[in-house]
């Protein structure tokens, strides 16, 4: 359920984030991965008890479309600095989702932490790297 709240409470931000800029493309980009978010979210906050080959199943799901949305994002937003960490994010998450799902139902016991623990970190460096090259460019101005 925890993991759950996390992704209710990620899609929130990721909803608010939206409509910071960025044109039509970005909206509706971070608008999927909002919906994305609050989907997984809900479902592992209502469904707790289903299992953990339910709950690995529903993540490798969401991991392999976040590296999809990541690369699209990449691909959209290539020249911009620091786009390159989407584009390494989005490929470890498809990487990690593809892995752990031909591995079922063994990865089941232990994929959902590794699962979660690799992709904040990931996201996490994104979020910094971009936050940093924005503000060389508006250092830069």
Do not use: C
């Not at 911009?80 to 994010?89: F, M, N, Q």
Request: hydrophobic content about 60%; aromatic content about 12%; charged content about 5%.
């Amino acid at each position: 359920m925890l993991i759950g709240w996390f992704l209710v409470i990620g899609a929130g931000f990721q909803l608010f984030g939206a409509f910071g800029g960025g044109g039509l493309g970005h909206v509706l980009l971070r608008l999927a991965l909002a919906a994305v978010s609050l989907i997984a979210g809900i479902w592992l906050i209502t469904q707790p008890m289903k299992g953990t080959i339910t709950l690995t199943v529903l993540l490798v799901s969401y991991f392999i479309v976040f590296g999809i949305m990541h690369l699209l994002a990449y691909f959209a937003n290539w020249e911009v600095e620091g786009a390159g960490s989407l584009a390494v994010t989005g490929v470890l998450q498809l990487i990690l989702g593809l892995l752990i799902g031909f591995h079922l139902p063994s990865s089941a016991n232990w994929a959902i932490g590794l699962l979660v623990g690799i992709s904040f970190v990931m996201q996490g460096s994104v979020f910094l790297m971009l936050g940093l090259a924005g503000r060389r460019a508006s250092e830069s101005l």
